[in-house]
């Protein structure tokens, strides 16, 4: 059984920073690409970042500079650094985690989701 677990959301205000985490079961090493979506109230949920389990990464525009991902293999951890946090970036973010071998979301893992709320 594969389990994500987040951490790292919370309230701030606008213009700060908050480290998300994500700490998986198994070895990260495992996974295809690893990422972060999240989910706000009258949106979709969309992918925030990935990165792959060779190191390349992906941001959505909409972060593209303020946020960054990355992972330490031996704790088997994915974290999302952001920063210049606006109001628009409030939202539900999960752990995403796709098996090698896979290139569908059909086998993909998720977290729970952690609440990121960022004030005006």
């Known amino acids: 059984q594969v389990h994500l677990m987040e951490s790292g959301g919370g309230l701030v205000q606008a213009g700060g920073s908050l480290r998300l985490s994500c700490i998986a079961s198994?070895?990260?090493?495992?996974?295809?690409?690893m990422g972060w979506y999240r989910q706000a109230p009258g949106n979709q949920r969309e992918l925030v970042a990935s990165?792959?389990?060779?190191?390349?990464?992906n941001y959505a525009d909409s972060v593209k500079g303020r946020f960054t991902i990355s992972r330490d293999n031996a704790k088997n951890t994915v974290y999302l650094q952001m920063n210049s946090l606006k109001p628009d970036d409030t939202a539900v973010y999960y752990c995403?985690?796709?098996?090698?071998?896979?290139?569908?979301?059909?086998?993909?893992?998720w977290g729970q989701g952690t609440q990121v709320t960022v004030s005006s």
């Open positions: 198994v070895r990260i090493v495992s996974f295809n690409t």
């Open positions: 990165i792959t389990r060779g190191g390349s990464t």
């Open positions: 995403n985690a796709r098996p090698l071998l896979t290139d569908s979301s059909r086998f993909d893992y």
